[in-house]
């Protein structure tokens, strides 16, 4: 008999086979999609989350399990029919302008859904006026930019800028990350948050969201 325990701790194993296998028996069992979801999926990406923190797991692991997570999730979505439970909060994430390095940004977007966020991942080398025109259809509650690049950063201040123009800057917070980016940096062009690392930017998130 399946359950969510079984299924969390597949999922904190990066065990791929046995957590589709656990999700596809779960369904079959008419669990409710948003119960696998908060009880077994949640739970087990928090659980790797904090282990990533703390030192106890490396990117290597944490992939494997969010891939894992992502894979049950997949099949989860389908069924999760509008309304029914609390809307999950939306980013749009992307690398600026330039920069073609996503692992951290992807990352970071694995992450996210594993912590409950519907994620629009728009991918590498995003113009301004490409992350205003997300905003603008996916209306998210937050905007996460990377980069990696010196040459590059320069963007995220630009979309900033390009989102006031737009007038809708006041709508989103915005988060950025990536090794040259600073806290100092992300207050100087007016970003709500930095993430120096994919677990602290999740956390960054959350508070954003709330």
Do not use: W
Not at 94 to 108: A, F, P, S, W
Not at 193 to 201: K, T
Request: aromatic share 2%.
């Amino acid at each position: 008999m399946a359950d969510f325990e079984t299924l969390k701790g597949m999922i904190i194993a990066g065990d791929g086979d046995g957590a589709k296998a656990q999700t596809e028996a779960l369904i079959a069992e008419g669990k409710a999609p948003r119960d696998i979801l908060d009880s077994a999926l949640l739970p087990g990406m928090e659980v790797v989350g904090a282990r990533m923190k703390s030192g106890e797991c490396f990117i290597p692991e944490v992939l494997l399990s969010a891939r894992t997570m992502q894979a049950s999730l997949d099949m989860i979505k389908p069924l999760m029919t509008e309304g029914a439970g609390e809307a999950l909060p939306t980013v749009v994430i992307g690398t600026v302008e330039g920069d073609m390095h996503d692992i951290g940004k992807n990352l970071v977007a694995m992450l996210l859904e594993g912590a409950g966020f519907n994620v629009v991942n728009l991918g590498k080398g995003i113009t301004p006026a490409e992350f205003v025109k997300a905003v603008e259809e996916s209306k998210p509650k937050i905007l996460g930019m990377s980069g990696l690049l010196t040459t590059t950063i320069p963007k995220m201040g630009v979309t900033i800028n390009a989102l006031k123009d737009a007038g809708l800057r006041d709508g989103v917070k915005v988060i950025c990350g990536g090794a040259p980016v600073s806290d100092a940096y992300c207050d100087e062009i007016g970003a709500d948050a930095y993430g120096p690392n994919a677990a602290i930017g999740v956390d960054k998130c959350k508070e954003l969201a709330s």
